[in-house]
């Protein structure tokens, strides 16, 4: 199995900046991607960032310029640097990957627990 483990979230005010982690363990064979998401309370879990294994970046345009997402394939880590953030970036922050463990055949959806980010003055 893959297990996803974040850290880096807090209360941070408007304009600051926060860095999150997420590390991936376990008899891993193949990531494929590797992204956040974020939900907000009453809203849909939402895409912030994803990068694929060869390196590409997406990101929807609320956060295009202002949060950046970056992969250690060693560490099978993924890091989202958050800067300028806003008061509606205030959500629980999900761990993402589709990774393929040693002993199945296919590749399958993880989901870490969730760190909260909160922006508030």
């Known amino acids: 199995q893959v297990q996803l483990v974040e850290s880096g979230g807090g209360l941070v005010q408007p304009g600051g900046s926060l860095r999150l982690s997420c590390a991936a363990s376990?008899?891993?064979?193949?990531?494929?991607?590797m992204a956040w998401y974020r939900q907000a309370p009453g809203k849909q879990r939402e895409l912030v960032a994803r990068?694929?294994?060869?390196?590409?970046?997406d990101y929807p345009d609320s956060v295009k310029g202002r949060f950046t997402i970056s992969r250690d394939n060693a560490k099978n880590t993924v890091y989202l640097q958050m800067n300028s953030l806003k008061p509606e970036d205030t959500a629980v922050y999900y761990c993402?990957?589709?990774?393929?463990?040693?002993?199945?055949?296919?590749?399958?959806?993880?989901w870490g627990q969730g760190t909260q980010v909160t922006v508030s003055s």
């Open positions: 990068i694929i294994s060869g390196g590409s970046t």
């Open positions: 376990g008899s891993i064979s193949s990531i494929r991607t």
């Open positions: 993402n990957t589709v990774a393929k463990p040693d002993d199945r055949l296919l590749f399958d959806t993880y």
